[in-house]
C-alpha cells in the first residue's frame, strides 16, 4: 500500500514536471517569437531612419545648392537687396560680409544709388487751396480714386484721415501694409523731440503724449556710436515751433526736411542753421534721400542702395495736404518697401514734395494715443525703438513747445 502511494506520488511529482517544462518551453518559444519581431521591428526602424537620413541629406544638398544660386546667382536681385538692406541697417553691415567680399559689396552699392534733384523746394508751386467734402460748392467730382481718398473727409475725424493698406500691390510686384495719414492743415504739423535730447532717445508715443499729438510718426536720423541704439543723438538740424533744439552737420543724402513759415513742405540739401533760417524754416528734422522735389521724382537706381524695409515718408501735395505714411515690413514676404516703391505712393497722392524718414524699427505711426502699425526689430520682435525726433498734427488752436 505505502510503495502504490509512493508510485503515486512519483507519478504526481513527474506530471507537475512536465507542466513546469512545458510552461519553459512555451515561454522560450513566446521570447523567440518577440525577439523575432523585436528584430523585423528594428529592421524596420532601421529602414526608415536611413530613408529618413537619406532624404535629409538630399533635400540639405538642394536647398544648399537652391542657397548658391539665390546668394551668388546667376539673379542677382537677393544679392543686390541683401547687401544694400544689410549696409543701410548701419548695425547689422556685417550680414553682407557673410557672403560676399568688399570689392562685391562695393559693386552692388554703386549699382543701387538714387541721384537727388539739387533744385531748391519752389515754394511757388503750392496753390494752398485744397477743396473735399466740407467744401460749400456742392457735389465734389474726383479725377480718381485716390484724389478721393484725400479729400473726401472722414466724418468722424475733420481734422485728419487714416488710409490703412493691406496686401496693397505695387506695380514692382511687391505687396504691402502700412497706413497714410492725411493732413488737412499743415500749419498745425509740427517736429518735436525726445526731453532727454543729447542724452538718450524717447519712444514716439511718449512723445505724441506730452504734446498732445492727434496723429504722429518717427522723424529724422541719428547717430548711433557704439551701436547704442539710444536714439541720443539726431542729425543734421531740428528746430520745433522756430526753436533750434540741434545744430550739427549732415552729409548724406537728403538734408533739411521741414515746414516754413507759410506751411510749405520744403527740402534743401544745405543742411545748416543759416540755411532753416534764411529758409524761415519753423519745424525741421534731417534726413533723406528726397523722392520727390518740385513735383519731379528723383532718379533711382536699382534699390536706391536703401535696401527693401520698413519706411516712413513724408509729403505734401500742392494744395497744401500733408501725408504721413508709414509702410510695415520684416514679416513673411512682406520685407517692405524700396525708395522706387515710395515715389509710386508718393505720386498716386499727388505730393509734389516728398522725402524718406527714418525707417526699420523706428517705422511708428500714433493716432490718438494708440501705435497703429506694427514694428519690427531685427531680431522679430513687435517693438519699436527710442528715436530723438519725430513729425505731429497738433489739436486745433494748440501749440505745445518743447519747453512744456
Not at 544660386?69 to 538692406?85: A, E, L, N
Not at 492725411?182 to 523731440?193: A, E, G, K, L, N
Not at 543742411?271 to 533723406?288: H, N, P, Q, Y
Amino acid at each position: 500500500m505505502d510503495r502504490k502511494k509512493a508510485r503515486i506520488g512519483n507519478i504526481n511529482i513527474k506530471e507537475n514536471d512536465i507542466k513546469e517544462v512545458d510552461k519553459v518551453i512555451q515561454k522560450e518559444k513566446q521570447d523567440l517569437k518577440d525577439e523575432k519581431k523585436n528584430r523585423a521591428n528594428a529592421k524596420k526602424e532601421r529602414a526608415i531612419l536611413k530613408k529618413f537620413f537619406i532624404f535629409n541629406f538630399i533635400l540639405g544638398t538642394v536647398c544648399f545648392y537652391i542657397g548658391l544660386i539665390i546668394v551668388y546667382g546667376p539673379s542677382t536681385k537677393f544679392r543686390d537687396w541683401f547687401i544694400t538692406t544689410a549696409e543701410m541697417s548701419m548695425s547689422h553691415q556685417y550680414y553682407a560680409r557673410w557672403f560676399y567680399d568688399e570689392p562685391t559689396i562695393a559693386f552692388v552699392m554703386s549699382q543701387n544709388t538714387i541721384e537727388e534733384s539739387k533744385t531748391p523746394t519752389d515754394a511757388s508751386l503750392y496753390t494752398m487751396d485744397q477743396v473735399g467734402e466740407s467744401s460749400s460748392t456742392g457735389k465734389i467730382t474726383y479725377k480718381n480714386e485716390y484724389e478721393r481718398q484725400i479729400l473726401e473727409r472722414d466724418t468722424n475725424h475733420l481734422d485728419y484721415k487714416i488710409i490703412e493698406f493691406n496686401n496693397e500691390k505695387l506695380s514692382s510686384g511687391r505687396t504691402f501694409d502700412g497706413y497714410l495719414a492725411v493732413i488737412y492743415d499743415p500749419s498745425r504739423v509740427h517736429s518735436v523731440t525726445s526731453k532727454y535730447l543729447g542724452s538718450r532717445g524717447e519712444y514716439i508715443k511718449d512723445m505724441a503724449k506730452r504734446v498732445d499729438a492727434l496723429v504722429a510718426i518717427n522723424g529724422g536720423g541719428f547717430y548711433d556710436p557704439g551701436l547704442s541704439s539710444n536714439g541720443a543723438i539726431p542729425l543734421g538740424v531740428v528746430i520745433s515751433n522756430g526753436k533750434v533744439m540741434w545744430a550739427d552737420s549732415y552729409k548724406k543724402d537728403g538734408g533739411i526736411i521741414g515746414f516754413n513759415n507759410d506751411d510749405q513742405l520744403i527740402l534743401t540739401t544745405s543742411c545748416t542753421k543759416a540755411e532753416a533760417e534764411k529758409l524761415g524754416i519753423r519745424d525741421c528734422v534731417s534726413f533723406g534721400p528726397f523722392i520727390i522735389t518740385n513735383g519731379e521724382a528723383s532718379k533711382v537706381y536699382g534699390n536706391g542702395g536703401w535696401g527693401i524695409a520698413p519706411r516712413t515718408v513724408i509729403g505734401q501735395r500742392a494744395d497744401g495736404v500733408v501725408l504721413f505714411l508709414v509702410v510695415d515690413g520684416r514679416t513673411g514676404l512682406k520685407q517692405g518697401i524700396d525708395l522706387n516703391d515710395e515715389i509710386e505712393i508718393m505720386q498716386r497722392y499727388e505730393a509734389i514734395n516728398a522725402a524718406n524718414l527714418d525707417g526699420g524699427t523706428s517705422s511708428v505711426m500714433i493716432v490718438e494715443g494708440e501705435m497703429i502699425n506694427d514694428p519690427i526689430d531685427s531680431t522679430g520682435a513687435h517693438k519699436t525703438r527710442w528715436i530723438p525726433t519725430g513729425f505731429y498734427l497738433a489739436p486745433k488752436e494748440t501749440t505745445v513747445t518743447e519747453d512744456e
